[in-house]
């Protein structure tokens, strides 16, 4: 059975850097696409990145330059490097992973689909971020 728990959100000022994690068991992330995804209340869900299968990570326009994803295979973990941040990046964000592999350009695809075709989910950790 596929699980994901994120952590290390918090609150920073803007222009601040966090780091958040997505511990993942029950799939090889070597293998599999995972991404990041975030959202404000009722606002529609925004993918922010994915890491495919082959090890290439994607970011969306609105945080690149600024966030960064990587993994450690070793430790099943998929990250988040959040630097400068902006107010608006105050989300919940979430981890996800689909239910077999995907190819890379499907991969993209759930990013710029605000998750659509993931099937497993963490609760999500907050990030607030005050000026």
């Known amino acids: 059975q596929v699980h994901l728990f994120e952590s290390g959100g918090g609150s920073v000022q803007a222009g601040g850097t966090l780091t958040l994690s997505c511990e993942v068991t029950g799939v090889n992330i070597s293998t599999y696409c995972l991404g990041w995804f975030r959202q404000v209340s009722e606002k529609n869900r925004e993918g922010v990145g994915i890491m495919d299968g082959t090890g290439d990570p994607s970011v969306a326009d609105s945080v690149k330059g600024r966030f960064t994803i990587s993994r450690d295979i070793a430790k099943n973990l998929l990250y988040l490097q959040m630097n400068n941040l902006e107010i608006e990046d105050t989300a919940k964000y979430y981890c996800?992973?689909?239910?077999?592999?995907?190819?890379?350009?499907?991969?993209?695809?759930?990013?710029?689909?605000?998750?659509?075709?993931?099937?497993?989910w963490g609760e999500g950790t907050l990030v607030t971020v005050s000026s």
């Open positions: 996800a992973a689909p239910a077999t592999p995907f190819p890379p350009g499907p991969c993209i695809g759930t990013m710029l689909l605000g998750g659509i075709g993931m099937n497993y």
